[in-house]
C-alpha cells in the first residue's frame, strides 16, 4: 500500500537521491527527474532492489528548460494519478564575488536556483490547484537567510527567492495546498564535496537528509535542519550585524 506519489528534481545525487532512498523506505511512490538519467536508472534499481512493493519512475529533466519542467510534471502526474507531494530540490552552487568577471557563474546559478524553482512551482502548483490538494516542498539553504560574502553572494540570494516564493504562497492561503520551505544547514553532497575545509557542524548526508525528511513529513512551514545547531544559528543569522554574520559561518 503505497502512502502517496513524491515527485523529487535534482534525484540523480545528492540531497535529492538520497530523499528518494529515505521516502521510498517510508512506502512513498517517486517520480524521479534529473539531467543525468543513468544515474537516475540505477537509483531506481537501487530503491526497487530494497522496496520491490514500491513504483519508481523516472524521467530526463533540465530545470532550465520550462517547456520540459511542465511536461515532466505533467507526464508523473498523469502516470500515477496525480502528485501528493513536490519537492523543488534541484539547485547549483556556483558563484563568484560581484564584479571579478565569472557573471557567467553567478548568472547559471541565479536561472538554476530561482527561474528554474520558479518554473518547477508553477507547474506543481497547476497541478495542485486542479487536484484541490498538495504539499509544495522548497529546498532553501541556512545561507538564504542573510545576504552573504564573496562566492556566496548570488547563491544566497537565489535561495532568499525560494523561500518568499514559498511564503507568498502560504500567504495565499491555496485550498487544500501545504507548503513548505526546508533550510538545510551543512549537509554532505556532491555539491559541496570538493571544498578544502569543511565547515563546522557539517553533518553526513544520510543524517541530515532524516532531518528534512522528518520536517517534510511533518508539513513544517519552515524549518531549519539538523535542528541542532540550525535553529539558534538561523535566528543569530537573522538577528546579528552583518559583520558578526561573517564570523559565524
Known amino acids: 500500500m503505497s502512502r502517496g506519489t513524491i515527485v523529487i528534481t535534482g534525484a540523480s545525487s545528492g540531497l535529492g537521491a538520497e530523499m528518494a532512498r529515505q521516502f521510498a523506505a517510508l512506502g512513498y511512490d517517486l517520480g524521479l527527474c534529473a539531467r543525468r538519467t543513468e544515474r537516475l536508472d540505477e537509483l531506481r534499481t537501487e530503491i526497487l532492489a530494497a522496496h520491490p512493493e514500491r513504483v519508481v519512475a523516472v524521467k530526463q529533466l533540465d530545470v532550465t528548460d520550462d517547456a520540459a519542467v511542465f511536461t515532466v510534471f505533467d ?7 496525480g502528485i501528493d507531494r513536490v ?3 534541484a539547485g547549483l552552487g556556483k558563484g563568484a564575488p ?12 541565479a536561472v538554476v536556483n530561482f527561474l528554474a524553482a520558479l518554473a518547477q512551482t508553477e507547474a506543481a502548483m497547476s497541478i495542485f490547484r486542479a487536484q484541490g490538494r498538495g ?3 522548497m529546498i532553501s539553504s541556512i545561507s538564504g537567510l542573510r545576504g552573504m560574502p564573496k562566492t556566496l553572494t548570488t547563491y544566497a540570494a537565489t535561495k532568499a527567492g525560494v523561500a518568499a516564493l514559498a511564503e507568498g504562497l502560504r500567504a495565499e492561503a491555496v485550498p487544500g495546498v501545504d507548503v513548505s520551505v526546508i533550510y538545510p ?3 554532505r553532497s556532491e555539491m559541496n564535496d570538493r571544498i578544502k575545509h569543511e565547515p563546522k557542524f557539517m553533518v553526513d548526508t544520510e543524517t541530515g537528509v532524516r532531518a528534512m525528511v522528518a520536517a517534510i513529513e511533518k508539513r513544517r512551514a519552515k524549518a531549519y535542519v539538523p535542528d541542532w545547531p540550525w535553529i539558534p544559528i538561523g ?3 537573522r538577528t546579528l550585524p552583518l559583520p558578526l554574520v561573517r564570523k559565524l559561518l
Open 235 to 237: 535566528f543569530a543569522l
Open 75 to 81: 507526464a508523473f502526474a498523469a502516470e500515477f494519478g
Open 185 to 187: 544547514g551543512y549537509i
Open 135 to 137: 504539499h509544495l516542498v
Open 98 to 109: 560581484l564584479g571579478t568577471g565569472k557573471h557567467a557563474a553567478n548568472r547559471e546559478t
Open 87 to 89: 519537492i523543488v530540490n
